[in-house]
């Protein structure tokens, strides 16, 4: 608790609204219980001795100036300016690197740099230096498109890393063609005068046709690729030697009604429900998971795999597993009339969604039915076809329990953001040619809300026999941030407390929901909010409304969950004490592996939005011109970024483009306005911008307003303003938490 406690400080300190304030003021604004607050002296000392904060005049808390030398990572902008972030958490801001100051450092090269110049941008301290040396290179392997100049042939690096050509030469050794995305390895870095050299290792086929983009963002991102023999050797292995009658203790419930509801395209079925009424009239829910622990062991190659990976990719037409698909795919997957191993959480509940009792067991089950949601989501609306007589009433049930568990977690503040996903359409080839909303009917919640619920019951028993486990962690949001939140907000004309809880977070989500300014308001609240990820910190996960969060639903696809069943089958076999080697890790152990499945979470995320992108920019190559109906989601001092509302695709908008004004960027109010004109535009505001150019290497795309907001300067074009009103979190795209 601690290092959390050091890293929330740290955070804090340099955020740029931060005031200096003393201890016990920024325990106020970190939210730090009174119980809590001799651990929070103990890091927050810690931290001084090591030379990270300082106490200055009146005890007041503050971090090092920046002076001198430090030694950082560099990030570059394609404006040729850039910044260094310290690798010691020993200064307020990053550093800012003048065009011309930075020693042709590039994205992720660890640099020393020397602090010139201390100014002041409003209310904010900005420090400027120059890159002295170059001491690490970040990367030397980039993908790009081969392209003939005058000059030479050229690679134009892809994304935003590294944006300067890289000259190549015998560029046939690798049997590449013009305008085809290849591997360019570096043989020299930039300089002043010349452009980097480097060389051809791998060519990846012609630029723009669906396999060579996806096989593009595989090098870009360093993604998993084949499985070596060793990992298909051993699941081979594991799979020829599944023998469900050597059940060995498990409890048999082949001869239970059970269903699997997934995707129409998933192959991988890791979670299936069960639910009865007892001879009280209570309900009986069973949530069963795909025992994968019993296929892969500790330390095996198949886990080192499992582990390196961290979890599955899912890009639009592929997906990259963390298991062999004879394991994902086949034995582990919870087929239909399919006898399969499970690990089972069984959670009582009264008729208000309280809950009574839980047991946990090691399991085999018999699905009965595979459904999609779109299957489910027909049936409840009166559509019986397809669906086995037996399981109606189970998804009646189904449908009435998880209302009942969703108002109960509400009441407990959940929060749930509405941001819309898109899928894309694809023709034969692979090309993008539409984007339509993604499914979000009601049985995605349905099944979310068990996946919580069983999530929630495994953890609270490991923790409660103090066994250590992987969490999955959410802290809570400072008050600081939240107070930036709420003078945001408030400045859109909506309602929010200047320090809103969870339950007001709720209700300002609820207040905009079907409103033009939802997706607006959905993206701020979720960039207030930090990013969950896997620790073995007992921090609870604010966005559940949850104390006690583990991940153990979807073991196929994440080792998080992996790590938990393990720690679970020690528990069920009364083996705390004497556990094979590698079933509990220790918190050293889980921090690591933690943080290293957080950076692949984070990685397929990345890989997957990168990749959507592209492919929907090079569908809109052919439509410049065309229009886009559009909400504004983001402001900056240079442009306005609007999102397509159908595609989802985020587009930049020039001042310069909006009309005759001088347009000013105020993000105290939150919004840009037209100096001579008083015309503002603010966050969630509707646009119809018309497409006018597209840089799919670089993952632009540029656009206008179809009609100038300001046409002569003193008549302007009223703009849409959101509606007056008063005052919930959840991403993702079918996946369960």
């Not at 801001?93 to 003048?98: K, S, T």
């Not at 050299?197 to 690729?225: D, F, M």
């Not at 049930?397 to 899928?423: F, S, V, W, Y």
């Not at 008083?678 to 646009?687: F, W």
């Amino acid at each position: 608790m601690r290092e959390h406690y050091k890293s929330r400080i740290l955070k804090l300190l340099r955020h740029a609204d931060y005031e200096p304030a003393k201890l016990s003021q920024l325990a106020d604004t970190l939210g730090v219980s009174t119980e809590d607050y001799a651990e929070f002296k103990r890091a927050f000392d810690e931290l001084r001795h090591s030379g990270h904060v300082v106490l200055g005049e009146g005890s007041i808390v503050g971090l090092p100036g920046l002076s001198g030398k430090i030694t950082g990572t560099f990030r570059a902008n394609p404006r040729g300016f850039g910044f260094v972030t310290p690798l010691a958490p020993a200064a307020h801001v990053d550093l800012f690197i003048p065009p011309g100051e930075t020693l042709d450092a590039m994205t992720g090269d660890v640099v020393v740099a020397r602090v010139v110049e201390k100014s002041k941008r409003g209310e904010q301290i900005r420090y400027s230096g120059r890159v002295l040396e170059i001491l690490e290179r970040g990367q030397n392997r980039f993908v790009g498109t081969l392209v003939k100049k005058p000059e030479g042939w050229v690679v134009q690096p892809d994304g935003t890393a590294f944006v300067e050509p890289i000259s190549v030469d015998d560029v046939t050794a690798k049997g590449a063609k013009e305008k085809d995305k290849v591997v360019v390895e570096l043989l020299s870095y930039p300089s002043q005068q010349h452009f980097a050299r480097g060389v051809i290792i791998e060519a990846l086929g012609k630029a723009g046709r669906y396999e060579t983009e996806i096989n593009s963002i595989v090098h870009q991102y360093h993604l998993p690729r084949e499985f070596d023999d060793s990992c298909i050797f051993q699941a081979h292995q594991a799979a020829k030697e599944f023998n469900p009658e050597d059940l060995d203790g498990r409890e048999d419930i082949r001869d239970k009604v059970i269903v699997t509801i997934d995707p129409p395209d998933a192959k991988d079925f890791d979670d299936a429900i069960s639910l009865e009424k007892d001879e009280n009239g209570n309900w009986l829910l069973g949530v069963h998971i795909a025992d994968v622990s019993w296929f892969v062991l500790p330390g095996s190659a198949l886990d080192t795999e499992a582990k390196n990976r961290g979890n599955s990719i899912y890009l639009p037409g592929r997906v990259i597993p963390m298991l062999p698909e004879m394991l994902s795919n086949g034995v582990c997957s919870l087929q239909p009339d399919q006898p399969r191993f499970v690990k089972s959480a069984y959670i009582t509940y009264d008729y208000e969604g309280n809950i009574l009792s839980r047991r946990y067991s090691n399991g085999i089950i018999r699905s009965t039915q595979r459904l999609t949601y779109q299957q489910v989501d027909r049936f409840l609306k009166g559509h019986t076809k397809d669906i086995k007589p037996e399981v109606a009433p189970l998804l009646r049930d189904m449908n009435t329990l998880a209302r009942i568990i969703e108002r109960r977690r509400d009441k407990n503040g959940m929060l749930h953001l509405d941001l819309p996903e898109i899928d894309l359409v694809l023709d034969d080839s692979g090309r993008v040619i539409d984007g339509q909303p993604a499914d979000t009917s009601y049985p995605h919640t349905i099944i979310e809300m068990f996946m919580v619920e069983a999530n929630e019951a495994v953890a609270a028993i490991l923790d409660k026999r103090n066994i250590p486990f992987m969490r999955r962690i959410h802290p809570d949001p400072d008050n600081l941030t939240m107070q930036n939140l709420s003078q945001l907000v408030r400045a859109l004309g909506l309602h929010l407390p200047k320090t809103p809880d969870r339950w007001a977070l709720q209700d300002l989500l609820r207040s905009v929901k079907g409103r033009e300014a939802s997706l607006a308001i959905n993206i701020v609240v979720l960039r207030s909010l930090e990013r969950a990820r896997y620790s073995p910190l007992h921090v609870g996960h604010y966005a559940l409304a949850s104390k006690l969060y583990g991940h153990f639903t979807s073991p196929i696809r994440r080792y998080a969950d992996l790590l938990v069943h393990r720690a679970l089958d020690c528990y069920l076999n009364n083996a705390v004490e004497s556990a094979p080697e590698g079933y509990i890790l220790d918190k050293e152990q889980l921090v690591e592996i933690g943080e290293h499945i957080t950076f692949t979470e984070e990685r397929a995320d990345d890989a997957e939005n990168e990749l959507k992108t592209v492919l929907i920019l090079q569908m809109l190559e052919d439509k410049v011109g065309q229009e886009l109906d559009c909400v504004v989601t983001g402001l900056t001092n240079f442009g306005i970024f609007v999102k397509s509302t159908r595609l989802g695709v985020e587009g930049l908008v020039q001042l310069t483009d909006l009309g005759a004004d001088q347009w000013l960027y105020n993000p105290k109010a939150g919004c840009i306005v037209g100096r001579h004109t008083g015309m503002l535009i603010n966050l969630g505001q509707p646009m119809k911008v018309r497409i006018v150019s597209v840089n799919v290497a670089a993952r632009q795309l540029n656009v206008a307003p179809v009609v100038p907001l300001v046409g002569i300067i003193g008549k302007p074009r009223k703009a849409k303003q959101p509606k007056k009103s008063g005052r919930r979190f959840h991403k993702g795209r079918g996946k369960k938490r």
